[in-house]
């Protein structure tokens, strides 16, 4: 069993709509959350850090539920240009783990 | 600024040949990662380094695989001899100490072995 479990997708959402992204890890002792994008044949670029109190940015909000090993993107008013994939990190020190990726693709 | 440099951008070779991948980490950047990317497995850690001193390995397939940090600015990851599930992308990735864990990647080198 893979320490990072996503829902691999796809989603397929019409711009403008809203859609929520779930990961869970299985390592407790976890200590640093994050997700990162990655375009079609592109490298991964961090997108935001997750925090046990949650946090925005812009339409992003990302939230940590520790107890649950929990952790979610919610995107809203979806544009075209967020069509990637959504990869989901978990980190013990400098070590990240990725999950496999959630895919969106926002349609007109 | 120039990001991570990674050569060659893709490699075709035959099973049982050596292949190098070389990684040019940004400047100034502690820590340097290797990654290996397949449909199955997805994103997998291979081996970091800190200060040019491999510091966990435990990601690395098996014997066949090696990877050196000569100096702050280069490293190599080597396959010999190769085999088609080697076949992926490998990611090289730096990171600055004073950050926390925002790894920045290279573009990949694209792997097939046939």
């Known amino acids: 069993r893979k320490e990072v479990e996503q829902d691999p997708g796809p989603f397929n959402v019409p711009e403008g709509a809203t859609v929520a992204f779930n990961c869970t890890y299985s390592?407790?002792?976890?200590?640093?959350f994050f997700w990162y994008r990655q375009d079609c044949r592109k490298e991964p670029k961090l997108l935001m850090s997750v925090y046990s109190s949650g946090n925005e940015d812009g339409r992003f909000t990302a939230q940590l539920n520790r107890a649950s090993q929990y952790i979610s993107l919610l995107i809203r008013d979806s544009k075209l240009s967020d069509s990637a994939t959504y990869l989901c990190v978990v980190a013990r020190g400098y070590a990240l783990n990725f999950g496999k990726g959630t895919s969106l693709l926002v349609t007109p | 600024d120039a990001g991570v440099i990674q050569s060659p951008r893709h490699e075709v070779t035959e099973m049982g040949q050596e292949v190098t991948l070389r990684c040019k980490p940004i400047?100034?950047?502690?820590?340097l990662f290797w990654y290996r990317q397949t449909m199955m497995r997805g994103l997998e850690l291979l081996i970091y380094f800190n200060n040019n001193v491999p510091i966990d390995d435990s990601g690395m397939p098996e014997d066949r695989f090696s990877a050196k940090m000569p100096n702050a600015s280069f490293s190599t990851l080597k396959i010999q001899p190769s085999e088609p599930r080697d076949s992926a992308v490998y990611f090289c990735?730096?990171?600055?100490?004073?950050?926390?864990?925002?790894?920045?990647f290279g573009p990949g080198t694209r792997l097939t072995v046939l």
């Open positions: 990735a730096s990171s600055p100490a004073s950050t926390t864990n925002e790894q920045f």
């Open positions: 400047s100034g950047h502690d820590y």
């Open positions: 390592n407790s002792a976890s200590q640093s």
